[in-house]
């Protein structure tokens, strides 16, 4: 943390001001990908499927007279992963330290923003997870091209009741809709959302990803998330003019199942944590005397893994 060389330190405005405060509010790649503490760096586990393991041929089950009753062989597989050591610091020059000591504590902040760069990495890989155009099977189109110019005849109802069964297909029940914020805003501006939402399933309620969800509580879904985050893509040190990035696509819409703690439970995916090192985000700091710096670190050792690819399906949007 350094000074800018524009600056103007004023000691009678004990204040400081904190742009991007609402940023933290927009992650949520913790809730699609939760955290599962693993105890070694990188393993292998088995793993059942619908194909190999036959696990949804019901067979025969007639017994003739003197005969045995039919047996099933079952055969599996095996899956790895392999966590990957990150991690971020700043260095806090003791003469800023105590220049700014007034305003702020130099540390704390810089632990804030610190672990806020290290959330929106782990965002930037869970969306490219959830969003990856191949790994929940190919896409499928959305009936009509999400434009503006299809705002009274686009159909996100039948694209997520469509998208549910073919989840259903591999015999899971989605409980998640994901989608940016774009498709979000230009779906609840749609005539037929609104009037399968309003109109049939909740009277007088307003357009809201809650709507959304509960409109298909029957269907299983229990959340509908919308994918605000952003970052800086300005080239680092290239310029300080601030470029939005968008981490959420426009391109899809995800509908699958999110689940949480052993695999055993299911769902789509997790975020892999090494027990060793810690948890998800650890935040440490040390003394650097030659710099005379203090250290604030935020680092993990973590792996974003699909377990289970057969969990969701992808929407695409035909946004523009």
């Not at 045995?68 to 700043?90: F, P, Q």
């Not at 806020?116 to 782990?122: N, T």
């Amino acid at each position: 943390m350094y000074p800018n060389s524009g600056a103007t330190i004023r000691a009678d405005l004990n204040q400081v001001l904190i742009e991007a405060r609402e940023a933290d509010n927009f992650f949520i790649g913790s809730i699609l990908m939760p955290e599962f503490g693993v105890d070694a760096k990188s393993g292998t586990y088995a793993k059942l499927t619908k194909s190999i393991s036959e696990l949804l041929k019901p067979g025969d089950t007639r017994r003739e007279r003197g005969a045995s009753y039919g047996r099933i062989k079952r055969a599996w597989t095996n899956d790895t992963y392999d966590t990957v050591d990150r991690g971020l610091e700043e260095a806090i020059d003791d003469c800023d330290a105590k220049d700014v000591a007034r305003f702020f504590s130099a540390e704390s902040v810089s632990a804030q923003n610190v672990l806020r760069a290290m959330r929106l990495s782990h965002e930037i890989r869970v969306a490219a997870e959830i969003f990856h155009a191949s790994t929940w099977g190919s896409a499928t189109n959305s009936t009509v091209a999400y434009t503006d110019a299809n705002i009274a005849t686009m159909d996100l109802p039948a694209d997520v009741q469509a998208a549910i069964e073919r989840v259903a297909d591999n015999a899971e029940r989605p409980d998640t809709i994901v989608m940016s914020s774009n498709v979000f805003n230009r779906a609840r501006r749609s005539t037929l959302l609104k009037s399968f939402l309003v109109g049939q399933n909740l009277p007088g309620a307003n357009v809201t990803p809650n709507a959304i969800a509960q409109a298909f509580a029957a269907n299983g879904i229990k959340q509908c998330l919308i994918g605000m985050g952003r970052y800086d893509s300005a080239v680092k040190k290239s310029t300080q003019t601030y470029s939005a990035g968008k981490i959420w696509s426009d391109t899809y819409i995800w509908v699958g199942k999110v689940g949480a703690g052993d695999f055993y439970n299911g769902g789509a995916g997790r975020t892999i944590v090494w027990n060793a090192e810690g948890g998800l985000f650890v935040t440490e700091s040390y003394r650097e005397e030659a710099t005379r710096s203090n250290i604030v670190r935020v680092r993990q050792h973590t792996t974003e893994k699909v377990i289970d690819a057969s969990c969701g399906t992808l929407i695409a949007t035909q946004y523009s």
